[in-house]
């Protein structure tokens, strides 16, 4: 097979009898499948799909039912173009081919978020009924933008929605839509508090509107600022890190351009929750908008451990917080919620010639951010929601949080790893003192190529550190505390 090594046959009748188990499951699966496509004549473009369609469901179920892959490392283009060759040809390669070459190529020249010893950056870890309603999601191609196409699908996913508004203590009017991430949330939501403070102030300020954060807000807020045409004023954080409204408050009287304040729910590089209640009060009183980015931790609301660090989110006027992260949804899922829907209508609804049919008395998730069309991308949480119930979701969340205190006393008794901070949600920053920058990147690349477990260096406080991110319930504490003690004795990270 083109661009594929494949090793010299050799007898082993256990790997002979699992391949024989799996051929049969394999072909009961796609005779079942091919029943199920009986009904449907071939396409005069497309022919007979039913093949494709086969393969494609049968390795997404084996997939889902299966653990996660060990970790892996990118690749690079030059490595997997001559592995996998060229794909999109004129006659095509065939689904066969094609689901080979994802399967054997491309799927192992990624990093699988789901494994439990998968801790750096955020990554996710959804829940089996989650992944699976996501192949349900895709196969309904329910357009997801407008009432009049989505009814059904939005009502689960406005569920969802209010659930989630009722955590953050809002009224019953408030409302939201589920994006595509938190760029595209705080995009959104930032839009809408420029677009309010136009309205309400009577026209742009000389000089253009600004909004205020602290240098730990997330990298999209300066992002979204750009394209927005707003000036970002950093606001010092206090000794332990937050943005407070004491240090807030001068900034806010000394520029009326700032229409706008993000508040960080949970900061991804150390888990720090900003003190939202002052940033709220003195926000307000100068009539700016508050918005809380908790795209990771605003999960830990429902978490009763944590959910005192969140007092003021009541008051906030917008909020995000992404399923995918550490409510155990996949990819892409961003809940993007306003206390009060109607600026973010203002700013976002369209109209054309088209469009002005719509029935505007009911939810239509397009005039709440900046898209139009949309998958309801919000379904696998629903579907899992439903079937596990927001108890199993507390716990789940309470078991990551109680795993990055163990971890974090682990590291604090340590006589050659140093704690940082005690962490507050569930990210874990610590050092190991005598490593350089290039000493951990030694160890966390061995680590990875190993399939040891996935740990990437930041930097904390200007210095060179470690973080680990525990957002999967099933991650084993003794096994990540083993790692650690068990690979950074050596005083270069060799």
Known sequence: ???????????????DARTTSHNQERTAFAQASDALQRHRPPSPVWG??????????????????????????????????????????????????????????????????????????????????????????????????????????????????????????????????????????????LATARDHARRTRGGRPT?????????????????????????????????????????LEPLLAADERI????????????GIVDDIASVVEVAHRHGAWVHVDGAYGGAALTAPSARGRFAGIEQA???????????????????????????????????????DSIDRGESNPADLAAHLSRRTRG??????????????????????LATARTVAAAIRDSEHLELLLEPELSVVVFRRPGWDLEAYRRWSHRLAKEGVMLCVPTAFQGEPALRLAFV???????AVIAVLTGTMGEPDGS
């Open 1 to 15: 097979m083109q661009g594929v090594i494949t090793p010299p046959p050799h007898h082993h009748p256990a790997r």
């Open 48 to 189: 007979d799909e039913r093949e494709a369609v086969s393969i494609a469901l049968e390795w997404a179920a084996a997939h889902t039912a299966l653990a996660s892959d060990p970790k892996a490392t990118a690749r690079s283009a030059r490595e997997l173009q001559e592995q996998a060759g060229q794909t999109i040809t004129a006659q095509g390669i065939g689904a066969e081919r094609a689901m080979e070459l994802f399967d054997q190529v491309l799927l192992p020249a990624t990093r699988a978020s789901d494994d439990p010893m998968n801790l750096a950056y955020i990554p996710t870890a959804p829940t089996r009924a989650a992944v699976a309603f996501d192949t349900v999601v895709s196969a309904a191609n329910v357009f997801g933008g407008l009432w009049e196409g989505g009814a059904g699908a939005i009502f689960a996913e406005n569920q969802v929605l209010r659930w989630l508004a009722d955590l953050l203590g809002w009224p019953s009017d408030a409302a939201g839509v589920f994006v595509s991430g938190g760029t595209n949330g705080n995009l959104s939501a």
């Open 207 to 247: 000089g253009g509107w600004a909004l205020a954060c602290a240098s730990t807000a997330h990298s999209s807020i300066s992002s979204a600022a750009r394209l927005l045409d707003m000036d970002v004023v950093m606001v010092p954080v206090d000794a332990n890190g937050h943005l407070t409204g004491e240090a």
């Open 259 to 270: 229409c706008a304040v993000v508040a960080s729910g949970g900061t991804t590089n150390a």
């Open 317 to 355: 006027d917008s909020f995000i917080v992404d399923p995918h992260k550490w409510l155990f949804a996949p990819y892409d899922c961003c809940a993007l919620l306003y206390r009060d829907p109607r600026p973010a209508a203002a700013a976002h609804a369209q109209h054309a010639a088209y469009l």
């Open 379 to 400: 379904l696998p949480l629903w579907y899992s929601l439903a079937t596990h119930g927001t108890d199993a979701y507390t716990a789940a969340v309470e078991r990551c």
């Open 472 to 478: 999967n319930p099933s991650v084993e504490p003794d």
